[in-house]
């Protein structure tokens, strides 16, 4: 057995490779020759390619060894390397990187030079350069190598911080370097690295553009022999192998993926240390190990989160702050990193020197090297702290987040600022609500200090003094309206009690009057309806108050008309006739005597009420009793702690949204009873048990409860929906990854699309049957369906061809070539249509009557469509592709309906109900999105309760239920979309009612008691 000890780790990580790392660099030897050539021509070399291709490792690992062994020009002059990124203070880096390859081509000769000075050289002398070469050279002939690495800075922060200093030091930093090419005295090589997104910026610099014209080399991605002797051969100096089948998986997976490289290394580096934690290098580095460290997927987010998850919790706010000072995103809308001083980095987030490098040796440990320098450079307060790579911002889930709350932030601030601006011009007004509110938020939730706001706009004070005089106006205002609707509450309530007495009076003066016990009971007749009349007006008075501090009311209050309120004041009218009701029987004689006139009544009829106003009132109703409703569905979200409570404003929620007749798929409230169903029986109450590994397929027998999964532990499995606590029953235990599985129309054939396996056929009528093989190319399938005929399976095989098999014949044939390899395929109901999506975004239909030649019908390049499917009746395609979009194609027409955005990361499955009304997605975001397709301007229900990516869904031929497969435990759950279900659920748990306080509080005083359950 190799010991863990003898071996020692060759692939260093997310980060880049560094100069000490040559001896482990490989995959590279073409473009090293091409580039050393190109730059001993020319004298410069601009090396372009995309984020995560490789350029830097490509300069640190290959260029510059090659360039040191066999001198610049071929000749025996002594090379020095002045290596640099710019960053936003590049005559800054630019010092330091002199002094210190000085320093480093001998340790002996320390001439003393500050960095101030140099920089203050480079800075006032177009031709600075030279002089400062001069300075800090440590004797003898040289030629330097100038290699300035993710020039794309100088753009971006050009752009993100839109300050004049700045974009005139960028400038003058350009023309430094074109003159440094045009003077003789010290001979000056330069390797400059940019990402291919920002080459057209350079239009805006004739001179060095024209240099890069004449030098750009376009970085190739790596074959996959390259990608091999990567893998293999710094492998094998480790005495190392690894699977050839993980190798042809990893190629595969990483294969036009964003940050192809950096990844790869990070999983190399990940999966020798899990083997290495097992003491055993005996056998190759294998899946099991690819599985262990979270795969492709979650590998770096695992990995991050361990060394976060290991702060204190003060730690993990700092460790916050921190990283969002080092990253940051432009207005192109992608982050990127932003190197800063440890020193700066305190400043800004008002910690100590010493809190932030506590933070930041976690995070660049040999195990846990996410930022640089490593662990052998000792920080301290003038130290410069970058992440390991850009791709970390992309790669871990937590940062990703983090670097959106910043860009938000930066947002509002310069809001405010040029806000600030326009309003010490006399240009704009204060701010008032809601933008105010949104304002005091952001101000309170960040607490932005000084130095922070220093680098986005320089008017920090002016801002602040403007959000308080803001808030001052503001607070002034609401005391006016205040004191004005409590003056005006009373003048109507005086109104209103000078009414009552003139009626009341009016009353005593006509029972006086009278002479007769009868007219003496027909006047108090008169009076109870005068009563009822000015009861109705008081409603009206406490009414128009209302609406005096409450601008809110849509509706017109007319003259003797009560609006909606005057339904609950009646209960109050009757209770005081009740208590009235013995008096007036003592007062009363015991029989009326005949023949007495009634007066005619004095009260005036209220006016007549319009249809129209009614019409209007019970609108205003509506959206009242709507937007209270939306409100006790949010507010159940936000209840901790007491599960009978959420549940409650859940249900009352539902009842409001049912009875006004609200949205039938509204986001919150489901929500909220869904939260409400998981706190009263558990999160685990809608999952199914019985897979180890990622379910990766679902799919249901038609017209039945009935559902079979397929997943990576190679288990085939049906399940009944309507037994949730059952046992699944297990068709087959292969030994492969299960990558997808469909049925036939008739249900009595399974297919499973493998990783290795090819294409397994099961009956499903029979248990852990030896299932029959379909055979092709590499056995790879992760795109099949069946045709309806039920004994046809078309599928996509590794070599861009899509193929019809016939099962009981053992026969195929291919029906189409297609230009990449195809991710995804699903068949029409009818069987004439075959929508096919592929890795180079490419969404294709084919036609049986037209012989199925592919028919281009969607094209977003580089964009992989990972998930197609057809409606019910063929009508519609939605396309779910790499950026998390949902395209939603008409068929007829072949024309873009919409465009359904809202996950974050790719959409992996997608599936419609029978009716067509509804479509589910789900992403490696970890949430399913369920659209309403009736009307996909809403937002989608979300569904939350994976804690990875889901990989599959499917609904039921009812459509009310919904199953999700995911990788993490709890990793099969079943979904209910029928809220009567969802509230039946809710109240056989709930061991209360809520209060009558709890109703005042969170539905209205106002509103009549009800109980949600009945």
Request: aromatic share 8%; hydrophobic share 40%.
């Amino acid at each position: 057995m190799v010991k863990s000890g003898d071996v020692f780790n060759p692939f260093p990580g997310l980060r880049p490779f560094a100069y000490s790392d040559r001896g482990f660099f490989f995959g590279r030897d073409i473009p090293v020759s091409q580039i050393t050539e190109k730059l001993n021509n020319n004298g410069i070399v601009t090396i372009i390619g995309t984020s995560g291709s490789g350029k830097s490792s490509l300069i640190n690992a290959g260029i510059i060894p090659a360039m040191l062994k066999n001198g610049i020009d071929g000749g025996d002059t002594q090379c020095r390397v002045v290596s640099l990124k710019p960053g936003n203070a590049p005559f800054d880096n630019l010092s330091r990187a002199l002094i210190a390859s000085g320093k480093d081509r001998n340790s002996n000769s320390d001439k003393g030079e500050q960095p101030e000075e140099i920089s203050r050289i480079l800075r006032n002398n177009v031709n600075g350069l030279a002089d400062a070469l001069s300075r800090t050279k440590t004797g003898g002939k040289e030629k330097v190598l100038l290699v300035i690495d993710q020039f794309e800075d100088l753009f971006r922060y050009r752009y993100s911080r839109n300050n004049s200093i700045l974009i005139h030091e960028h400038d003058s930093f350009i023309r430094l370097l074109v003159e440094a090419r045009s003077q003789t005295t010290i001979p000056v090589y330069i390797i400059v690295s940019i990402q291919s997104d920002f080459i057209g910026d350079f239009q805006h610099f004739h001179e060095f553009g024209s240099l890069i014209n004449e030098s750009s080399y376009i970085l190739p991605q790596m074959t996959r022999d390259d990608i091999k002797e990567a893998i293999h051969r710094p492998a094998a100096l480790a005495g190392i192998d690894i699977d050839p089948r993980l190798e042809a998986h990893l190629f595969n997976e990483l294969r036009n993926r964003t940050d192809s490289l950096p990844l790869l290394q990070h999983l190399l580096n990940r999966m020798f240390e899990f083997r290495k934690s097992h003491d055993n290098f005996d056998q190759p580095i294998s899946f099991e190990d690819y599985e262990g460290v979270g795969t492709i997927d979650n590998a770096v987010s695992r990995h991050a989160d361990e060394a976060f998850m290991s702060l204190s919790d003060n730690g993990r706010l700092v460790c916050e702050h921190m990283f969002k000072v080092l990253t940051e995103k432009g207005v192109d809308n992608r982050e990127f990193a932003n190197p800063s001083r440890v020193a700066d980095i305190a400043s800004i987030i008002r910690v100590r020197v010493a809190d932030v490098i506590e933070i930041a040796d976690k995070f660049r440990q040999p195990d846990h090297l996410f930022l640089q320098p490593g662990n052998d450079v000792r920080l301290n307060s003038d130290t410069v702290i970058d992440l390991a790579h850009e791709s970390l911002i992309r790669l871990w889930r937590r940062l990703r987040g983090w670097a959106e709350e910043e860009a938000d932030s930066v947002v509002m601030y310069k809001h405010l600022a040029e806000a600030s601006r326009f309003y010490q011009m006399g240009k704009g007004p204060l701010l008032t609500t809601p933008e105010l509110q949104l304002a005091l938020n952001w101000y309170e939730k960040n607490d932005p200090s000084f130095q922070w706001a220093q680098r986005y706009n320089r008017a920090f004070e002016r801002t602040v003094q403007f959000l308080r005089k803001s808030k001052e106006v503001h607070d002034l205002r609401e005391e006016e309206k205040q004191e004005q609707s409590i003056k005006l509450r009373s003048s109507l309530r005086m109104v209103a009690a000078i009414g009552l007495l003139i009626v009341a009076g009016a009353g005593y003066l006509i029972f006086n009057l009278s002479g007769s016990l009868s007219r003496m009971r027909a006047e108090l007749d008169a009076v109870e309806a005068v009563e009822n009349d000015a009861s109705g007006r008081i409603a009206i008075i406490d009414t128009m108050a209302g609406n005096a501090v409450d601008q809110d009311n849509e509706v017109p209050v007319r003259s003797g008309v009560a609006p909606d309120r005057q339904e609950p004041a009646q209960p109050v009218r009757r209770a005081r006739t009740a208590d009235e009701a013995p008096a007036e029987a003592e007062e009363s004689p015991p029989a009326l005597l005949p023949g007495l006139d009634l007066p005619e009544s004095r009260v005036e009829p209220a006016p007549a009420i319009s249809a129209e106003e009614i019409r209007a009132r019970e609108e205003a109703q509506k959206r009242r009793m709507l937007a209270i409703s939306q409100s006790l569905a949010v507010r159940a979200l936000q209840v901790e702690n007491d599960p009978d409570l959420k549940a409650l404003l859940a249900l009352q929620s539902h009842v409001f949204n049912e009875q006004y007749n609200g949205a039938g798929y509204n986001p919150e409230i489901y929500a909220g009873l869904i939260s409400s169903v998981s706190e009263l029986y558990g999160n685990s109450f809608n999952v199914f048990r019985g897979h180890s590994e990622s379910v990766n397929s679902v799919v249901f027998r038609r017209n039945s409860s009935i559902f079979y999964t397929a997943a990576s532990d190679g288990q085939v499995l049906q399940w009944d929906l309507n037994d949730r606590n059952g046992q699944p029953r297990t068709l087959a235990q292969l030994p492969f990854v299960n990558n997808k599985i469909v049925i036939s129309p008739n249900g009595q054939w399974l297919a499973v699309g493998t990783n290795g396996g090819g294409i397994q056929i099961i009956n499903p009528t029979r248990s852990l049957t030896t299932p029959f093989q379909i055979s092709y190319g590499d056995n790879r399938i992760i795109a099949l369906d069946f045709l309806p005929d039920n004994e046809h399976i078309v599928f996509a095989g590794s070599d861009n061809s899509l193929i019809r098999y016939h099962i009981r014949t053992n026969t195929r044939e291919i029906i189409a070539e297609i230009g990449s390899e195809v991710l995804s395929l699903a068949v029409s109901a009818g069987g004439n249509l075959i929508v096919a999506g592929t890795r180079a975004g490419h969404v294709y239909l084919l036609n049986r009557g037209s012989g199925y030649v592919p028919e281009l019908i969607q094209s977003s390049d580089g964009n992989d469509i990972h998930a197609v499917s057809f409606n019910s009746d063929g009508s519609r395609i939605a396309a779910g592709n790499l950026r998390g979009e949902i395209s939603i194609i008409d068929v007829a027409t072949r024309t873009l309906i919409t465009t359904l955005r809202g996950h974050s990361a790719r959409v992996v499955d997608l599936d419609f109900t029978p009716d067509n009304s509804l479509l589910a997605s789900s992403s490696f975001d970890g949430t399913i999105h369920v659209w309403n397709l009736q009307n996909p301007g809403e937002s989608p229900l979300v569904l939350r309760g994976h804690g990875s990516w889901v990989r599959s869904v499917a609904f039921n031929s009812s459509g009310d239920k919904l199953v999700s497969g995911s990788r993490q435990e709890d990793r099969l759950r079943a979904w209910i979309f029928n809220t009567n279900e969802i509230s039946t659920l809710i109240c056989d748990r709930l061991s209360r009612s809520m209060t009558q306080t709890e109703w005042n509080r969170f539905v209205g005083e106002d509103i009549p008691y009800a109980e949600p359950c009945r």
